[in-house]
Structures are given as C-alpha cells and as structure tokens.
C-alpha cells in the first residue's frame, strides 16, 4: 500500500539495548522527521532529513542516532535506551518544507523502556 | 521558542453534543495552522490547515476552525459530535524561523475526545 508505514507498532526492550525503529514511505518524498509523543509535551522533533544522507538535529535529539541512505527509509537508533524514552514515536515526511508543508504521518511506534 | 497550548486534555460528550477544542499558540509572526486527529489505532491526518484569507475555515467529517489573529487562536469545532469522532486531536503551528523559509511545526499535547453514543 502507498503511504507511510512504521515498524515494529510496539516494542519493548531493557535499558542499555540498541533498538531499531523503523519508517518507511512510497511517495519519494525529501523530506522525513521523527517526533516523540509524551504526555504533557505534545509531538516533539528528534531529528529531521531533507534528503538521502542529509539529516539534522530537532529539538531533543539526545540519545537517538538516524541515517537515511534511501530516499525512502529513515530508520531511528536508540543507541543505549533508557526509561525516558519511553514513549509513542512517529515518523513523518513532506514533499517540500516549507511553512505551508503539510506533513504525513505513520501509525506510530510505542516504545516502552523497562 | 514556539508553542501551542491546548487547554482541554479530556473531553467527554454525548452524541450530538456541540464540540468546541480550544487552541492557542505563541508566535508573533506569520503562521499557519492545522488541526491533525489520530482515531484509535490510526495514522495522525489532516483534519484542516489556514494558510491565509478567510479566517473560518472547513474540513473534513463536519469540522470547521477559527483563526482570531488577535487572540493567537485556532479553535476547533463540529455543531453535532458522532460516536466515530472518538479520537486525538492535535493543533499544530508551522512557523519560520526568522529569516528562514522552512516551516517547523508545532504540536499541542493533544485532546482526547470521547463520544458516548
């Protein structure tokens, strides 16, 4: 199906263990972003791509690592999880960024970190 | 640094009820604002979005949005609730840097709605 597709919906690991989260989109879309939903703070950004192997910082990109060889994958690593990052993860993507962008979002991923 | 504030965390209506959802965002510039909903199990979409013009704009299921510049706010609202709108409702603020022309969005925390049929 076209669209925007994240992998695994759930998961839970332990503290200290790499974890992989996934996001895939068919519309070949530059754009791509990863938010953190908590309760409290909304829908946060982690990191963002404008492109295959361009990537930056959002707003709280601590202790997350992102690549994006193909336009259409943009994986977020959880290098050493901790219980703070428990929470619902999506991905999202845009075809251009600007203020009038509408972005499109995954089904999310929740992450639970014990 | 931006926000968005969305007062209400848990509404509880009845089939039929009138719905309004409260949003306010803190940004003296230029902006442009959405409302996304996630039903359960879903994909967070589009409900509507103002860029510019007419300040009462319409979207999907019956949903409609007001901008007042004046008072920083986008409220949502439906005259008649259904059961089906049971769902999260996210207002969002895409706004520019200053002197950038590259949105960042926004989101408030998000309202949980549920209908009771």
């Known amino acids: 199906d076209a669209g925007i597709t994240q992998s695994p919906r759930y998961k839970i690991t332990e503290t200290g263990r790499q974890v992989t989260l996934m996001c895939h989109q068919t519309?070949?879309?530059?754009?791509m972003f990863w938010y953190r939903q908590d309760l409290g703070h909304g829908l946060r950004l982690i990191y963002y791509?404008?492109?295959?192997?361009?990537?930056d910082k959002g707003e709280v990109p601590d202790g997350y690592v992102v690549s994006r060889s193909k336009t259409e994958n943009f994986p977020l690593t959880l290098e050493s999880a901790t219980r703070s990052q428990t929470s619902v993860y999506f991905c999202a993507s845009s075809e251009v960024w600007t203020v009038t962008a509408e972005q499109y979002f995954g089904p999310g991923t929740r992450l639970t970190v014990t | 640094a931006q926000s968005v504030s969305q007062h209400n965390h848990h509404v509880i209506l009845s089939e039929a009820a009138s719905l309004e959802l409260g949003c306010n965002y803190s940004y003296g510039g230029t902006v442009n604002l959405f409302w996304y909903v996630q039903y359960p199990g879903q994909h967070l979409q589009l409900l509507l979005k103002?860029?510019?013009?007419?300040?009462l704009v319409k979207g999907i299921k019956g949903f409609e949005a007001e901008f007042i510049k004046s008072k920083f706010s986008f409220n949502l609202r439906k005259p008649s609730v259904q059961w089906s709108d049971t769902a999260e409702y996210f207002c969002a603020v895409n706004a520019a840097d200053r002197g950038s022309t590259l949105g960042r969005l926004y989101f408030g925390r998000g309202t949980q709605l549920t209908v009771w049929p």
């Open positions: 103002y860029f510019s013009g007419d300040p």
């Open positions: 791509s404008a492109a295959a192997d361009i990537t």
């Open positions: 519309w070949s879309h530059s754009y």
